[in-house]
């Protein structure tokens, strides 16, 4: 029944992923950092035997601070990524993120998309893994089932 359970959840899950990427991008400014950190640390808080933070997001962080979209941002990012932690870090730190697991769930729909994606996905798993948490990041929260 459990397994059942499990499984139906799983599905249910996936469906609402999949109805978010149909949505239409339309906001000028994107605070991701913000928002996946203070989660983080609320969630570190709390007295729980399994924590975790599904987060489906292009992580196309477009703030005063950083924004993907800037030539110089981007380029400063490719080269020097610790620079932009910093940046990012002057927003809000992250606590500690010990027994956390954190998903960064995205299916890129354009070569371009993806570029970015693999960029920003690597410097928050980055910032949240010299914090303690463990991040996973794929197309879909399906794990492949190992024997």
């Known amino acids: 029944e459990r397994d059942k ?21 339309g906001k000028s400014n994107s605070s991701i950092y913000r928002t996946i950190i203070e989660e983080a640390n ?3 808080e ?51 993120l010990k027994g956390i697991h954190i998903y960064l769930i995205y299916r890129p729909k354009t070569p371009k998309d993806n570029e970015y994606f693999i960029l920003m996905s690597a410097l928050f798993k980055s910032i949240l893994e010299a914090k ?8 879909n929260l399906v794990e492949k089932q190992t024997e």
């Open 46 to 96: 709390l007295h729980a035997a399994n924590k975790s933070e599904v987060v489906y997001t292009d992580l196309f962080e477009n703030t005063s601070a950083f924004s993907i979209y800037n030539a110089y941002d981007r380029a400063l990012l490719k080269k020097h990524p610790d620079s932009i932690c910093k940046r990012l870090e002057h927003i809000v730190k992250p606590g500690n």
């Open 42 to 44: 609320q969630l570190s």
């Open 5 to 25: 359970e499990i499984s139906k959840f799983r599905q249910k899950t996936v469906t609402v992923i999949d109805s978010i990427t149909r949505l239409d991008k």
């Open 132 to 139: 303690g948490a463990q991040v996973s990041i794929g197309a």
